[in-house]
């Protein structure tokens, strides 16, 4: 008997049935991106109960300890998320309009195959809410193909914003909170799809907690007494180790941490309301039915660091607190309540979508999919180390700002790294080289590169080099295979 006979023997009506079908067919799936989200900050407020709907997902689902983004720079680690590939293959070199973000995207066709376009083409109702690329706002009447929702910021203002409604402008209400907004639009598309009973695709990016990071009024007064993670590299005694663009950083004075800990207290605010907006998604997949049938998939643009290594806030460089992000999967096959050690990359999320939706993957992509550890299989073969890329085009301070109290940050030369389960190895554009043992060392506080044999440096340079290079099939191969 068919399943759609069966069903009506049931009493279902013509449309749950058309539900019912297109559910057990293809599953929803929702990513959410948040924007300078470092792991630390988040994975210890789940702990402490302190975002309530973020730690339903973790107890209910897979948290990946190991998730790191290939780029710590917005526009660029976006293109990867959207594309499945690295930086020197994608080519959004930065958040800048002449070498990066939505200027450089569009100019290079990228915006023809996405993760969108192909779940499209596999037949789901496809929607972006909150932030796409920086400088899309020099294009607001623009939607990108693939698309059949579109709603996506033209500024980064927390209030009094505007937005891109399907290509028309239109502007907040009142005071109205941006996070709250793509919170409701989000939901009237799940509702939409559900009744067209069709499958969806939501990609859901908040401003927060990018600076200015200002939370909502009923927010306001939350953690105000808490205080940046104290961990052993927070204002590092010793940097003479470090490069010359650590080494310049003074020690953070008492007025300077002070500063720290107020961004941190308002980057905590604006984070609950980012823990409503998963709670408002999860009730109106609750709503439709159809939370059963419906992946939903949390993580960040980038990290960030607050103190580590006497950086008062930024991101950019190689260190774990800019390169290690949140990833939280929930879904209708996920481990309960488990924590995946794996190494997994942001250039993973649209092959892993694509994967859970039955999409065609093209050769272009770089990254691998995540769906069997969402399933619960062990592969026999897994990454073993990957590439992070500061490419020379980066000519921004890496997200530094007026709350530093710092004066003028140091400038982050360009690298490539190799990080690899339990070591990263950096090569800067200056000559200047950083290694350490994850295992021993886990806060970057003894960086062992002069130290290092000429045998072993020559092959971690010749890894890292391979790996600039490598582009589809080829950077699979390549970090698989031990050094």
């Known amino acids: 008997m068919r399943r759609r006979e069966f069903l009506a023997m049931l009493g279902l009506g013509a449309l749950e049935q058309q539900r019912q079908v297109a559910a057990a067919a293809q599953p929803n799936i929702i990513l959410i991106v948040t924007d300078d989200l470092d792991a630390r900050s988040v994975d210890d407020a789940i702990q402490a109960r302190q975002f309530p709907a973020l730690a339903a997902i973790a107890a209910q689902g897979l948290t990946f300890t190991n998730f790191f983004v290939t780029t710590p720079s917005c526009a660029p680690s976006r293109a990867s998320i959207f594309r499945g590939q690295y930086v020197h293959n994608h080519g959004v070199w930065s958040n800048d309009s002449k070498h990066g973000g939505f200027a450089a995207f569009h100019r290079r066709g990228n915006e023809q195959s996405t993760v969108a376009t192909w779940l499209h083409d596999a037949g789901y109702r496809t929607g972006l809410f909150g932030k796409y690329l920086n400088g899309y706002e020099t294009a607001p009447h623009h939607v990108p193909t693939g698309w059949d929702r579109w709603e996506a910021f033209l500024d980064g203002k927390y209030v009094h914003y505007t937005l891109s409604d399907n290509g028309h402008v239109v502007s907040s209400h009142g005071g109205a909170y941006d996070t709250d907004e793509i919170a409701r639009r989000t939901a009237d598309f799940i509702h939409d799809s559900a009744s067209a009973g069709v499958p969806f695709f939501a990609y859901v990016a908040t401003h927060a907690p990018h600076l200015p990071a200002r939370p909502p009024k009923r927010d306001r007064h939350a953690f105000s007494q808490a205080q940046a993670p104290r961990v052993p590299s927070f204002n590092e005694a010793d940097v003479s180790d470090k490069p010359d663009y650590v080494k310049k950083e003074k020690l953070l004075s008492k007025h300077k941490i002070h500063k720290i800990d107020q961004l941190y207290q308002k980057r905590m605010q604006t984070m609950l309301a980012v823990d409503d907006l998963v709670g408002t998604l999860v009730q109106a997949l609750d709503n439709e039915g159809v939370r059963q049938q ?115 940050p140091s400038k982050i030369p360009a690298f490539n790294a190799l990080r690899s389960t339990d070591s990263i190895y950096v090569e800067y554009q200056t000559g200047e080289r950083e290694d350490y043992d994850l295992k021993k060392d886990p806060f ?16 971690l340079s010749a890894r890292l080099a391979d790996l600039v290079q490598c582009s589809g099939d080829r950077c699979r191969l390549l970090d698989t295979q031990p050094l």
Do not use: C
């Not at 970057?444 to 092959?459: F, I, M, R, V, Y």
């Open 294 to 408: 419906t992946y939903l998939l949390f993580t960040s643009d980038n990290g960030f660091l607050l103190g580590e290594h006497r950086r008062a806030e930024g991101k950019g460089s190689p260190y774990e607190e800019a390169i290690l992000v949140p990833m939280l999967v929930v879904g209708p096959d996920t481990p309960k309540g488990q924590r995946e050690q794996r190494l997994a990359l942001n250039i993973d999320l649209a092959p892993t979508i694509a994967a859970l939706a039955g999409a065609t993957v093209p050769d272009f992509v770089d990254g691998r999919s995540l769906a069997p550890l969402l399933q619960g299989n062990s592969p026999g073969q897994w990454r073993q180390q990957f590439l992070v890329e500061r490419p020379t085009h980066s000519h921004h301070n890496a997200g530094q700002g007026p709350h530093a109290g710092h004066g003028k």
């Open 444 to 459: 970057e506080l003894d960086n062992q590169a002069g130290s290092l044999a000429p045998a072993d440096q020559a092959k």
